[in-house]
C-alpha cells in the first residue's frame, strides 16, 4: 500500500466549503418555501446547482488535498457524472424540506436518496482516478461512511425544515446547523477516503499532466466559493425586498383601512356615514326579509341649530354636532345604529319588536337633546323632531325607508317641532323635488310661465256652447307642461296660491272680454277657487276691482269651489259666499258628491250651479247604483233650484243619459278638450 497523506491547507479549505454549502443549502430551502409559482422553481434550480456544487467541490477540493507518491489526475467525465450526482439529490432534498409538512416516512426516503447521491459522488469521484490496479476498499468503512452520509442527509434535511425562517434568530441557528452539516459532510468524505487503499504499484489512469493539483483547488474553490456568494448575495437581497415589500404590504393595508374608515364615518362627530348607514339598512333588511323582524328608521334634524350656528358660529356649531352624536349614542343600544348624514341631520336605525317601541326610543332622543347643552361659556338648549318609518311597513328598500322617515320628519316640523311623527302614505310626495319645485314656482308669475286654457261647456239640450272654464296650466322651461294637480297643493301650501289665482282671475277675465269684443257676447268664464283663496280676506276687492278693470258684468263669471272647501266651515262660507253672490258673480259647487254635504248647508248656501264629480259620470252606465246618484243629485240640485253640470264626459252614452236624467250643462272630452284660446276660437269656428 502507497502511504497516502493530506494537504493539512486544503482539507480546511474543504471544511470551510462544506460548511458553506450548507448554510446556503438552509437559507435557500427557507427562500423556496416561502416563494411561489415561477420564483420557487428558479429558487429550487439555483439552490440545488448551488448546494450540489458546494458538496461537490468539497469532495473535489478534499482529493486534491489528498496526495500519494504517484502522480494523479481525474477522469473529466467520471468528475462530471460525480457533479451531478450531487446536484441531482440536493434537487429532491430541498423539494422535500420546501413542502408545506414533512413525515418522516418523507424525510428518511429523503435522507436515504441523498446519502445515495453523496455516496455516489464520493465514490464515483474516486473511480475518476481510473487507478490500476484497482482501489482496494475496506467494507466496514465504507459501509460507516454510508451511515454517516445517511446520518447527515436526515440531520440536514430535518434542520432545513425546521429553519424555515420565521423563528427568532434564525441566522444564528442556521449557522451552526451549516457547520454541524458541513463537519458531517467532511467526516462522510474522509471516512470514504480512509476506506480506500492504494495498493503499491497501482497506477492512475489519467494522469494529470501540467495541470498543478493546487492551482486546480484554487480554481474550483474560487468557482464555488463565488457561486455560493452569488447565491447567497441575491438570497440576501431578495429577502430585504421581500422584507420592504411585506412592510409595504402592511401599511398599505393599514393605509387602505384608514381610508375605508374615512369613507365610512363622519369627520366630524365620527359616527357612521350616509353611505355606511345604508350598509346597514340593508343588511338590517336582508336579515329581516322572510322573518317577522321589524326595525325603525328614525331621521331626525334639530330645531334651533341654524340659529346657533349663525349666532355663535360654525367652530361652536361643530361642537354642538359632536355633543348630540355623544348623546344620541348615549340612549341607543349597541347593536344599534346611529349615523350623521350632514349638516344636523341624523340617523338612528334601531330593531323593535313593535311599531311602539320606535316611539320609546324616539321619546329618549328627544329627551336627552332637551337638556341643556353647555360649549365653551355658552349654554344653549335646543330641540329636535323625529320622523319615523318602519321596516317593512313604511318601505322594503332603504332608499324608501330614508325618503319615508325624512317625510315623516318633515311633517314633525310642519307640526310645531320638538315631536316625533310616524311615516304615513300621504306624507310619499318627495320632499325634496317638492322644495325644488315651490322654488321654481315662487318666480313662475314673474318668468310669466303660466297660461290659462279653456275647457267649453255646452248647453245640454240645444248643445250650443255656453262658456268656458278656464284651467291652469305652468309651462316649466325643463320640465315642460306641468298639470294644476301637480302644483296648486304646492302653492296652496306656501300660500303662492293667492297671487297665482289673482293672476288668473285677471286673465280669464281679459280673455272673456276679448271674447265678448269678437261677439261671442255670452260666454260666460269659470274660475276655479282654492281653499285659501276663497277664505282670503282680499277675495271679493279682488273679484271687484278685476271685474272692473276688464269692464265685465258679473253675471258672466262664475267662481267653482269644491264642495269640501264650501262645507269645511259652512258659517263663514256663508258670510263669503253672501258677498260675492250679492255682487252678482256666480257660484259652482266643484266635485259635488266626494263631499260631506249638509242639506241644511246647502239649502241656504247662494249657490247657482251643482258640479257632478268625474267619478260617478265616469261609471255611469257601468253599475245601476250610480246611475242612481246622478239621478238623486240631479234631484236635490232641482229642489233646490240649482244648475246641475255634468263634467268629464266622454263617450257619446255618457252624454244621453246625462241629458235624459236632466243635466242642464256638459263638460268633457267628448265635447271639447281644455285648449289654449287661440285653439278654442278656432275650434268653435270649425
Ligand atoms: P276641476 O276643477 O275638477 O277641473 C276639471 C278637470 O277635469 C280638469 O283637469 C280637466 O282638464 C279635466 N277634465 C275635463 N274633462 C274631462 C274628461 O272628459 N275626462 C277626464 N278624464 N278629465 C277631464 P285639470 O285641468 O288637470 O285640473 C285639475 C284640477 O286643478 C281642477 O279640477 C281644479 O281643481 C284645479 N285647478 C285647475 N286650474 C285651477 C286654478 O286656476 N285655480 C285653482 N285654485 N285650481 C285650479
Ligand atoms: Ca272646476
Ligand atoms: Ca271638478
Known sequence: MYSSSYNSALVFISLV?????????????????????????????????????????????????????????????????????????SAIALWLVAADTLPWRRLLAGAALLAI????????????????????????????????????????????????????????????????????ISGMHYTGMASADFPLGSVCGVILTG??????????ITITLSVLGIALLTS?????????????????????????????HDSLTDLPNRALLQDRISQAIQAAHGSTAQFAVLFLDLDGFKAINDAYGHVVGDKLLVQVAQRLSSVISDKDTVARLGGDEFVVLTAVTEPADAAT???????????????????????TSVGIALYPDNGLTQETLLANADAALYHAKACGRDNYCYFEASMNANVHEQLQL???????????????????????????????????????????????????????????????????????????????????????????????QFNHVRLVDTVVQTLKRHNLEARFLTLEVTETVAMTDAAASMVIFKRLHDLGVRIAIDDFGTGYSSLLYLKQLPAHELKIDRGFVDDLQARGDDNAIVSAIIALG????????????????????????????LQGYLLGRPLPPHDLLASVKA
Not at 211 to 220: C, K
Not at 243 to 264: D, F, H, I, P
Request: with cysteine; proline share 3%; charged share 20%.
Open 117 to 184: 447521491g453523496i455516496g455516489g459522488m464520493h465514490y464515483v469521484g474516486m473511480e475518476a482516478m481510473r487507478m490500476t490496479p484497482a482501489i482496494h476498499y475496506r467494507p466496514g468503512l465504507v459501509a460507516l461512511s454510508v451511515v454517516i452520509a445517511f446520518g447527515a442527509s436526515l440531520a440536514a434535511l430535518w434542520i432545513a425544515f425546521r429553519l424555515r425562517r420565521t423563528m427568532d434568530r434564525v441566522q444564528l441557528y442556521r449557522a451552526g446547523a451549516a457547520v454541524l452539516m458541513g463537519l458531517a
Open 638 to 665: 232641482r229642489t233646490l233650484n240649482l244648475k246641475i253640470v255634468a263634467e268629464g264626459v266622454e263617450t257619446v252614452a255618457q252624454q244621453q243619459v246625462l241629458k235624459q236624467l236632466g243635466c242642464d250643462s
Open 17 to 89: 466549503v462544506a460548511m458553506l454549502a450548507s448554510y446556503t443549502a438552509l437559507d435557500l430551502a427557507g427562500r423556496i418555501s416561502s416563494a411561489r409559482g415561477r420564483a420557487a422553481h428558479m429558487w429550487l434550480a439555483g439552490g440545488a446547482c448551488a448546494m450540489g456544487l458546494g458538496i461537490w467541490s468539497m469532495h473535489f477540493v478534499g482529493m486534491l488535498a489528498f496526495e500519494l507518491p504517484i502522480e494523479l489526475g481525474y477522469d473529466p467525465f467520471l468528475t462530471f457524472v460525480s457533479l451531478m450526482l450531487a446536484i441531482g439529490p
Open 211 to 220: 495541470i498543478d493539483t493546487e492551482w486546480l483547488a484554487v480554481l474550483v
Open 236 to 264: 440576501v437581497l431578495d429577502m430585504r425586498l421581500e422584507s420592504r415589500t411585506a412592510r409595504l404590504a402592511v401599511s398599505l393595508a393599514k393605509a387602505n383601512e384608514a381610508l375605508t374608515y374615512q369613507a365610512m
Open 438 to 532: 315651490l322654488q321654481e314656482l315662487r318666480g313662475a308669475l314673474a318668468r310669466r310661465e303660466f297660461r290659462l286654457h279653456y275647457q267649453p261647456k255646452f248647453d245640454a239640450r240645444a248643445g250650443h256652447m255656453t262658456g268656458v272654464e278656464a284651467l291652469l296650466r305652468w309651462e316649466h322651461p325643463q320640465k315642460g307642461r306641468i298639470a294644476p294637480d301637480q302644483f296648486i297643493p304646492l302653492a296652496e301650501k306656501s300660500g303662492l296660491i293667492v297671487q297665482i289665482g289673482e293672476w288668473v282671475l285677471d286673465e280669464a277675465c281679459r280673455q272673456l272680454s276679448e271674447w265678448h269684443a269678437m261677439g261671442h257676447t255670452s260666454w260666460t268664464v269659470a274660475v276655479n277657487l282654492s281653499a285659501i
Open 361 to 383: 326610543v324616539a321619546e329618549a332622543i328627544l329627551d336627552v337633546l332637551r337638556e341643556p347643552i353647555s360649549l365653551d361659556d355658552h349654554i344653549v338648549q335646543i330641540s
